[in-house]
């Protein structure tokens, strides 16, 4: 519609079809995971949503992520866990962050931060404040940052003025390269 096509995203809503989670509820605006407590059927209903980048049969590629709060709140400094972060699947030259504060994203909370897997290439993450707030001082966690499953060739950080990443206070490693990924 042309009144919504200029809007800045869509509003992502997942149902799971079991109680492991098969709709990764933890990327979308809205999930919803069955439960049954006391008898009583219903749902867990998880919010804030983060973001992933390829995936399905089709390969993703040029996208920006920049100036946003992935699992905060809009003031950057509060925790507003998800499942996920920001997810690259088989995605090819995509960017999240820049060497200019305007362009950084605040990454936390999340079960897992970022994550590259399934020949995720050519990508770069700069200048993003990971596991912490957007004051630099929040101490708010997460998963950090994963390459995994022959994800190769992708940049995190630079030498450039501005694009190192701040990565701290996370419930794992800061940064992960499994036995799969590759260089």
Same mark, same amino acid.
């Given at each position: 519609?042309p009144?919504?096509q200029?809007?800045p995203?869509?509003?992502?809503?997942?149902?799971? #079809?079991? %109680? !492991? %989670?098969a709709?990764?509820t933890? =990327? $979308?605006?809205? +999930?919803?995971?069955?439960?049954? !407590? *006391?008898?009583?059927?219903?749902?867990?209903m998880r919010?804030?949503?983060?973001? #992933?980048?390829g995936? +399905?049969?089709?390969?993703?590629?040029?996208?920006l992520?920049?100036?946003?709060? =992935?699992g905060?709140?809009?003031?950057?400094?509060?925790?507003?866990?998800?499942g /996920?972060?920001?997810?690259?699947? &088989?995605?090819?030259g995509?960017?999240? @962050?820049?060497?200019? #504060?305007?362009?950084?994203?605040?990454?936390?909370?999340n @079960?897992?931060?970022?994550?590259?897997?399934? @020949?995720? #290439?050519?990508?770069? =993450?700069?200048?993003? $404040?990971?596991g912490i707030? &957007? %004051?630099?001082?929040a101490?708010?966690g997460?998963?950090? =940052?994963?390459? *995994?499953t022959?994800? $190769? *060739?992708?940049?995190?950080?630079?030498?450039?003025?501005?694009a190192?990443?701040?990565i701290a $206070?996370?419930?794992?490693? /800061?940064?992960?390269l499994t036995?799969?990924?590759g260089?």
């Open positions: 519609s009144l919504t200029l809007l995203r869509k509003f992502k809503v997942a149902f799971s #079809s079991n %109680d !492991r %989670d709709a990764i933890g =990327i $979308h605006d809205l +999930g919803f995971i069955p439960r049954i !407590r *006391d008898g009583v059927k219903g749902f867990e919010t804030g949503g983060g973001l #992933s980048i995936g +399905g049969t089709g390969i993703t590629t040029a996208n992520v920049q100036n946003n709060f =992935i905060t709140q809009p003031n950057g400094v509060t925790a507003l866990a998800n /996920g972060g920001v997810y690259f699947v &088989a995605a090819l995509n960017r999240v @962050g820049g060497t200019t #504060s305007s362009l950084r994203n605040v990454i936390a909370a @079960g897992m931060n970022v994550r590259l897997f399934n @020949g995720a #290439s050519g990508n770069v =993450i700069e200048g993003n $404040h990971i707030g &957007a %004051d630099g001082a101490q708010l997460g998963g950090g =940052i994963v390459l *995994d022959t994800a $190769h *060739d992708n940049t995190i950080g630079g030498t450039a003025p501005g190192a990443n701040v $206070h996370n419930t794992s490693n /800061g940064v992960t036995a799969a990924a260089a």
